[in-house]
């Protein structure tokens, strides 16, 4: 098993993941304890790499100087664990996969078989479950993708849980768990892999092949 990551790692990655977050979600998204989280949130503030946004939006926010940290860290990492070329390729396997996934997302929300405009509500179960087919598909070649970065970075070994958990929310009728945004649906997951493998190769999401792009 790979050693775990740098809790002041984990934290800047799980804030620049969620945007915006509690501490207690951040904690969660981290898999540390609580108090320890927000110990190391008071001294990142100290340090002017986060801060605690209040009003309709309230919880922590990543600072620009913690982005950089951030990126400094996981370069880091990915030195010291050697783990900078097994990464490298599963993220280009996860590319291809990236371009079918919105595919069939795509045929999820709008029936391109009719038209290019029709929206998909869902009333033809024979349209969905073939969409839902391919998603599966492409789930079962994902899988081997996620295992291979678990076994260099610990910290990706949770998705492969989630992908399953909202693929498994989806085959049993809950069809929210597809691609809606609010909950840790399919899509919303796989963004956030997405945006995981990203900041740990340095590589900025605009640079990439408009029509690899998850969301």
């Given at each position: 098993?790979p050693?775990?990551?740098?809790?002041?790692?984990l934290?800047?990655?799980?804030?620049?993941?969620?945007?915006v977050?509690?501490t207690?979600?951040?904690?969660?998204?981290?898999?540390?304890?609580?108090?320890d989280?927000a110990?190391?949130?008071a001294?990142?503030?100290?340090e002017g790499?986060?801060?605690?946004?209040?009003g309709?939006?309230?919880?922590?926010?990543?600072?620009?100087a913690?982005?950089?940290?951030?990126?400094?860290l996981?370069?880091a990492?990915?030195?010291s664990?050697g783990?900078?070329?097994?990464?490298?390729?599963a993220y280009?396997?996860?590319?291809?996969?990236n371009?079918?996934?919105l595919?069939?997302?795509?045929?999820?929300?709008v029936?391109t078989?009719?038209?290019?405009?029709?929206?998909?509500?869902?009333?033809d179960a024979a349209?969905?479950e073939?969409?839902i087919?391919?998603l599966?598909?492409?789930h079962q070649q994902?899988?081997?993708?996620?295992?291979e970065?678990?076994?260099?970075?610990?910290?990706f070994?949770?998705y492969a849980?989630?992908l399953?958990?909202?693929?498994?929310?989806v085959?049993?009728?809950e069809?929210?768990?597809?691609?809606?945004?609010?909950v840790?649906?399919?899509?919303t997951v796989?963004?956030?892999?997405?945006?995981n493998?990203?900041a740990?190769?340095?590589i900025?999401?605009?640079?990439e092949?408009?029509?690899?792009?998850?969301g």
């Amino acid at each position: 098993m790979p050693p775990a990551s740098n809790p002041e790692l984990l934290v800047l990655l799980s804030l620049r993941l969620k945007s915006v977050a509690v501490t207690r979600v951040l904690a969660e998204h981290a898999g540390l304890p609580e108090p320890d989280v927000a110990e190391l949130l008071a001294r990142l503030g100290t340090e002017g790499l986060v801060r605690c946004r209040q009003g309709s939006l309230t919880g922590w926010s990543l600072l620009p100087a913690g982005r950089i940290r951030g990126e400094a860290l996981l370069a880091a990492e990915l030195d010291s664990t050697g783990s900078r070329e097994v990464v490298g390729a599963a993220y280009h396997r996860f590319l291809a996969l990236n371009a079918e996934l919105l595919r069939v997302c795509t045929d999820w929300q709008v029936r391109t078989d009719i038209d290019d405009h029709t929206l998909n509500d869902h009333s033809d179960a024979a349209y969905d479950e073939q969409v839902i087919s391919r998603l599966g598909q492409v789930h079962q070649q994902v899988v081997p993708v996620i295992a291979e970065l678990s076994e260099v970075l610990d910290r990706f070994s949770g998705y492969a849980p989630r992908l399953s958990e909202a693929l498994e929310r989806v085959t049993n009728g809950e069809l929210d768990w597809f691609a809606r945004p609010l909950v840790d649906s399919y899509h919303t997951v796989w963004f956030e892999l997405h945006e995981n493998l990203l900041a740990t190769l340095g590589i900025e999401r605009a640079s990439e092949p408009r029509a690899e792009l998850s969301g």
